[in-house]
């Protein structure tokens, strides 16, 4: 069974710019969550999306916005992107809401 | 403010050595996930623990969840050079929340 994919591996980008990034889950997961991981706050918990439906939202601005299509398929929106903005994006698919999570191998993004 | 706080935060140990990483928090979780994670990958999942007391083994690695379900800790026997990664520890609060890790050396 294929993993999780994300597109692109790497980015970089400048100050005020957007971004969207994707995210393919394992084949019969439907739920897909975010995560940023950087040196000095680790991983943290963006959001979750379950049937197409935000199910659950971590501590993180308004302009980190996602999306989920029938097919399971997520992206994630960065708007008006700020240096602190760099950083390794994951996603991670699991078969129930906010269950085991399988990683891809990320996004880096650069924000220069 | 890390709900789920690791340590030791960084681990430097000779091939053959044995080690222990905790994961500890104030909260009770219903399941715990360890996972590992190298450069310039995703974490891999290592094993879910979720019944107070339950331990578990994965070759040289024993998981241990503690009775109240509020810890973890995660044991490698005669580490290799091998085991070399971010080990973290992540759980259902509500959201998804992850230790801030124990980056594991392990020289030959």
């Known amino acids: 069974k294929a993993g999780v994919t994300q597109t692109p591996r790497y980015l970089i980008k400048t100050r005020g710019q957007q971004v969207t990034l994707s995210c393919s889950p394992i084949s019969g997961h439907r739920s897909v969550s975010w995560y940023q991981q950087t040196p000095g706050q680790g991983l943290q918990f963006l959001f979750e999306y379950f049937s197409e439906t935000q199910r659950n939202k971590g501590n993180f601005p308004g302009r980190f916005s996602g999306r989920q299509f029938s097919n399971s398929r997520s992206e994630m929106n960065v708007s008006t992107l700020e240096l602190g903005d760099s950083a390794l994006y994951l996603c991670?698919?699991?078969?129930?809401?906010?269950?085991?999570?399988?990683f891809g191998p990320g996004t880096r993004l650069t924000v220069t | 403010t890390q709900l789920l706080e690791q340590s030791p935060q960084f681990l430097s140990i000779q091939e053959g050595e044995n080690l222990t990483v905790y994961c500890n928090s104030s909260?009770?979780?219903?399941?715990l996930q360890w996972y590992r994670q190298e450069p310039g990958e995703g974490p891999v999942l290592l094993v879910t623990v979720v019944t107070g007391g339950e331990v578990k083994k994965l070759k040289r690695l024993t998981f241990q969840f503690g009775d109240a379900r509020k810890d973890s800790s995660l044991h490698i026997t005669a580490a290799q050079p091998g085991d070399t990664g971010l080990y973290l520890c992540g759980g259902n609060n509500n959201d998804m929340r992850f230790g801030a890790g124990t980056r594991l050396t392990v020289k030959p």
């Open positions: 991670a698919s699991s078969l129930v809401s906010l269950g085991e999570q399988y």
């Open positions: 909260s009770v979780f219903s399941s």
